[in-house]
């Protein structure tokens, strides 16, 4: 059975009976520390989702934004600039009979070296001059079939089959992750790719690119009639059903089925932990996650879900059901959109199929006729009607192109900034460019000002304290008065002991008087860290934020706070801290000195081994740690044990400053 949008109103108080909040069933890092972060998630989701479109009143006003909206969501997937639509080269290496339609396997380059494997379901016989209407099929996660691409899942044949059998074509693609030519989509859950931050890529800018270019493979198919292109999928494919809907306008409806939440749920409620990073983009914008479908108003769209789905819980389908419901009405469409409630688990049933097909056909077809067979295609024990293999593009391994690029192509697909030089008497200018795009991109998250929860009285006998730098963040620090005039903050990381001076910064700090700082996720207030599904980390990138960013911010604050015309303060941190402290003083005047230890050279590693930068949304985009270093000029900059070739840029920024003196290299 399915419900609609109406039903399901109905039935939200007896659902939310048996639906549980899976943040505390699915994780075992409970410290006080987890609970803390997570509250502070809940709480910044909360004011991100308040308003849904504010300002938006009229089908006129959306309209008015929709060119900029549009451009946010490419730029926050990593197309901006969109990559060159380069020559396919579509490749059909083997057809496939079937009774009533023609399976054919094909190959196309989305970029040179990006290979994407799919299945093209064709009506038989085709009739002369004739057109059909078309559908993306994009597939998930589920009954992972890795050599044969999940393009060959059981419901993925189905789907197929049905539409061809019906008067549809259907391409079936592959995603970067589960294609015949395998590619990573779990760099950030899984793969400790946490210069995925830096650079901006996320798997979904590939599978929306990948689904563009699909489209224009089509376009170039003379059965094909491109005004009546539908899309659909189920979970991987549902978000990529959002993405190119959102992004293209040649697709004319669309049916995501399971596959969109709101960051309420992902990052408040720690559904995050549920997914993939194919599911997200870098929120730089602080979007409010229901502006993806928003963009496909007001062509046709069915938002499918089920009740018991534990990777889309009903709260949040609710929630969006009801945003869109509201965006479509203002342009006299609400008509246009539904939902369809299917009562069971994650997957595939017959009353989604049916109500699928039945949608495709209605604005395909103008055939509002009940489906009956939406269970063909499979045989009675659930099984394919087609055994796997046989739907390969590459039917051997040796068969594989040897110039590929999918399994690297998270090192390849963003386009990174290369800053040129200042040139001399415009480094002013230079600089200020840089640090306001590098606001834009990477710190658009930082509270409007700090909290007023704080002492600011350090006083002359050591002590230790908690301050609050923002709501929900409370940092550790502790106060050693020297006998020097020199006021030193000491950025710590994860290893070093608040309790205690590191024996590097002896040496750095001399007789001068030190305030030890563990920004959040350091020390006591620390929370559980490098642990599959990594979910802080990951939510943050929600949020519009990393864990970095905003220690830059406690460090930036915790300065401020205690900034006098007669006391000037220098920080210092060693590795990723080091860097951390050089961030904060670029926009926090009180720092009139850095010193950093050991610094990374790069946001980016140049080798699996190599230790890389802290991760700041974007800012590889915009600038690299030289650069960044650079731009503190004309305050003094000391770097030690920082050997790498890449500081003569560094060196090269502070001679174009004029200040080539306040640059030291030990």
Not at 70 to 86: H, K, S, V
Not at 436 to 460: D, I, Y
């Amino acid at each position: 059975m399915f419900l609609t949008r109406r039903e399901m109103l109905l039935q939200s108080a007896a659902l939310a009976a048996v639906t549980c909040c899976p943040t505390t069933r699915l994780l075992a890092q409970d410290t006080d520390g987890d609970y803390s972060i997570r509250r502070y998630l809940a709480a910044r989701a909360a004011e991100l989702e308040r308003e849904f479109l504010p300002g938006i009143n009229s089908a006129a006003d959306f309209e008015k934004h929709r060119g900029s909206l549009r451009a946010d969501l490419l730029d926050m997937l990593g197309l901006n600039p969109m990559p060159e639509r380069t020559p396919l080269k579509a490749t059909i290496t083997g057809k496939l009979e079937q009774p009533g339609y023609v399976i054919e396997k094909l190959h196309f380059q989305s970029l040179p070296g990006l290979y994407v494997t799919a299945n093209l379901y064709v009506p038989r016989p085709t009739r002369a001059n004739e057109r059909y209407p078309t559908i993306l099929y994009q597939v998930g996660h589920a009954n992972q079939h890795r050599r044969d691409g999940n393009k060959a899942a059981n419901e993925c044949q189905q789907h197929g089959s049905w539409f061809a059998t019906h008067g549809y074509m259907a391409l079936v693609m592959d995603t970067l992750e589960l294609s015949e030519i395998a590619g990573l989509h779990r760099g950030l859950l899984s793969g400790n790719r946490w210069w995925w931050h830096s650079t901006g890529y996320s798997p979904a800018g590939v599978e929306t690119w990948n689904a563009i270019r699909a489209l224009d493979y089509l376009a170039t198919r003379p059965e094909v009639d491109m005004t009546r292109i539908g899309a659909t999928g189920i979970s991987g494919g549902g978000i990529g059903t959002f993405w190119i809907s959102a992004v293209d306008d040649r697709v004319k409806a669309s049916v995501p089925v399971s596959g969109l939440g709101d960051v309420t749920f992902y990052a408040g409620e720690d559904g995050i932990s549920r997914h993939c990073d194919c599911f997200f983009f870098y929120n730089r914008a602080r979007w409010n996650y229901t502006n993806v479908a928003a963009l496909t108003c007001p062509r046709p769209m069915l938002f499918v879900n089920s009740n018991q789905d534990g990777y889309f819980l009903m709260p949040g389908n609710e929630r969006i059901s009801a945003r869109l419901e509201r965006l479509y009405a203002l342009f006299g469409a609400s008509d246009l959109v539904d939902s369809v409630i299917s009562v069971g688990g994650h997957g595939y049933r017959t009353d989604i199929r049916r109500a699928t097909y039945e949608f495709f056909n209605r604005h395909f077809k103008n055939d509002a006729r009940r489906v009956i067979d939406a269970d063909a295609y499979q045989n009675a024990d659930g099984s394919p009607i087609i055994e796997r293999k046989l739907l390969r593009v590459f039917p051997e391994d040796m068969d594989f192109p040897k110039d590929h690029i999918n399994t690297k192509i998270d090192e390849q697909f963003v386009t990174l900034a290369k800053p040129t030089l200042p040139a001399a008497g415009n480094f002013d200018a230079w600089r200020d460019d840089l640090l306001t795009r590098l606001r834009q991109a990477s710190f658009a998250a930082w509270p409007v000002s700090a909290t007023a929860n704080f002492s600011p009285v350090l006083g002359t006998e050591p002590r230790a304290e908690k301050e609050t730098t923002e709501d929900g963040i409370e940092v550790s620090w502790r106060w050693l008065p020297g006998k020097g005039g020199a006021r030193w903050l000491v950025v710590l990381n994860a290893d070093e002991d608040v309790r205690k001076l590191p024996e590097w910064a002896r040496q750095v700090v001399g007789e001068g008087s030190v305030l030890l700082l563990s920004p959040r996720g350091v020390g006591p207030e620390t929370w559980t860290q490098g642990k599959f599904p990594n979910a802080i980390e990951r939510a943050m990138a929600l949020l519009g934020a990393t864990v970095d960013s905003g220690r830059v911010w406690d460090v930036m604050t915790v300065v401020g706070r205690r900034a006098e015309s007669n006391v000037r303060w220098r920080v210092a941190g060693r590795g990723r801290a080091g860097i951390v402290a050089a961030y904060a003083a670029l926009y926090q005047p009180a720092i009139e000195a850095v010193v950093a230890v050991d610094p990374p050279a790069s946001h980016r590693p140049r080798t699996p081994e190599e230790k890389y930068g802290p991760p700041l949304l974007n800012v590889l985009r915009v600038l690299d740690i030289p650069e960044a270093l650079g731009c503190l000029a004309p305050r003094r900059l000391t770097l030690i044990g920082a050997n790498d070739a890449a500081f003569d840029r560094t060196a090269a920024i502070y001679r174009a400053a004029g200040k080539a003196e306040h640059f030291e290299r030990r």
